[in-house]
């Protein structure tokens, strides 16, 4: 089988790496597309750097797109001479949706796969209904999102989370990971996410730098982890320089993508609480059993259009699944030093909203399919089903 699969950002190209490793396992497959370290470690060669998709908010986009344009075109030229037997877009849904829209023009019969459901749920449910006219098939990594698939037509399989395979690190691997940084275990841990992005590094960096001063200055030796995404870890080291407090930063640089994942994940388990910039990160922490206080910050464009578009009062995915408000939010204009400086010293020394938080978290990780078969394999079986309709 011929799949031509694509990927935007990271989080993207971890999904579309086990789907390939999925279909592996299940038969021959040849792949090509756009991807990154994780689908290249499951054999594709990408058509061009996927860091050059990776782009984050209305301000961020406007003088990429140029850029963005040409590799659209540039990999609509490489699906229609590679042929494939399905088209497997992975998110991103702004660039890839152009490039199945525009391989269907030519190729009406040409099976397109579309993994990660658009949160309809949450902001312009329409987007859906746009979807369905070059999408046959969704794969949802949410169980309550295949209702508004398939009400617009698509077929849809709820397949399970990523993160629900990840591997567990052991205790041994926590003190090694905190003996290597100079980490007490007997002492608070506060793990900042200022995010993977470098706009949200900029943005999120001075709420996350006094936000822990003020709490240091009450909760005696509390220690800062920071574990710093590849894109961005320079600028996280630079910008930590002159803070008051030392911060300890976890640097992927030298190892591969699943090893700097599972030092990530070590590095959340050791952690008492975390400060972290809204996204998947979340759900992230709450495999972990991590207690967390969620904050972002976005351009002003943004930032309204998102106001505006809104359907839900919560952005955030153990929130929503438990259907509760669990997860303290600091959105925008409330992502402020003033709100969450309190929120962090209240929540590291509140032994009922731990607990209350460990709760949601348990029931939302059971949810996107804990215990049950891997995500990835799950999802290339219901590529090779819909395949066989």
Not at 67 to 81: D, F, G, S, Y
Not at 151 to 164: E, I, N, T
Not at 252 to 266: C, Q
Request: hydrophobic share 45%.
């Amino acid at each position: 089988m011929k799949v031509f699969i694509i990927a935007g950002e990271p989080s993207g190209d971890k999904l579309g790496g086990a789907l390939m490793a999925g279909l592996s396992s299940l038969g021959p497959v040849e792949f090509q597309g756009v991807g990154g370290g994780s689908m290249q470690e499951q054999g594709l060669k990408s058509v061009f750097d996927m860091t050059d998709l990776t782009v984050m908010g209305l301000l961020e986009v406007l003088p990429r797109i140029p850029k963005i344009l040409r590799r659209i075109k540039q990999t609509v030229a490489a699906a229609e001479a590679f042929a494939p037997d399905v088209l497997i877009t992975i998110d991103s849904p702004d660039f890839c949706l152009r490039v199945a829209s525009k391989l269907k023009e030519t190729n009406p019969n040409l099976k397109v796969v579309h993994y990660v459901a658009p949160s309809v749920w949450g902001w312009r449910p329409e987007r859906a209904q746009k979807m369905a006219k070059s999408v046959d098939h969704v794969l949802a990594l949410l169980p309550f999102e295949p209702p508004y698939m398939t009400a617009v037509g698509m077929s849809c399989d709820f397949v399970g989370h990523p993160l629900v395979a990840e591997p567990v690190p052991t205790e041994a691997e926590m003190d090694a990971l905190a003996e290597e940084l100079g980490l007490r275990r007997d002492l608070p841990i506060v793990c900042l996410l200022p995010g993977s992005r470098k706009g949200e590094v900029a943005r999120m960096g001075p709420v996350l730098r006094w936000s822990i001063t003020k709490t240091a200055q009450t909760v005696a030796g509390v220690q800062i982890l920071l574990p710093a995404a590849g894109a961005v870890v320079d600028q996280v080291k630079k910008m930590v320089e002159p803070w008051p407090l030392r911060t300890y930063i976890l640097d992927p640089t030298g190892f591969s993508t699943a090893e700097a994942e599972h030092r990530k994940r070590t590095a959340f388990h050791l952690s008492t609480v975390a400060l972290a910039a809204s996204g998947t990160v979340s759900l992230e922490l709450a495999a972990a059993d991590c207690p967390m206080i969620v904050g972002y910050k976005a351009n002003y464009l943004t930032t309204r259009m998102v106001k505006k578009l809104a359907q839900i009062d919560t952005v955030n995915l153990i929130n929503i699944v438990t259907d509760t408000r669990v997860i303290p939010e600091y959105l925008f204009e409330n992502c402020t030093v003033e709100k969450i400086g309190p929120a962090l010293l209240s929540l590291l020394t509140d032994e009922a909203a731990h607990a209350e938080q460990r709760a949601a978290c348990a029931q939302t990780i059971d949810a996107l399919g804990r215990g049950g078969e891997d995500p990835g394999l799950r999802a290339a079986k219901s590529v090779m089903a819909f395949m066989a309709r």
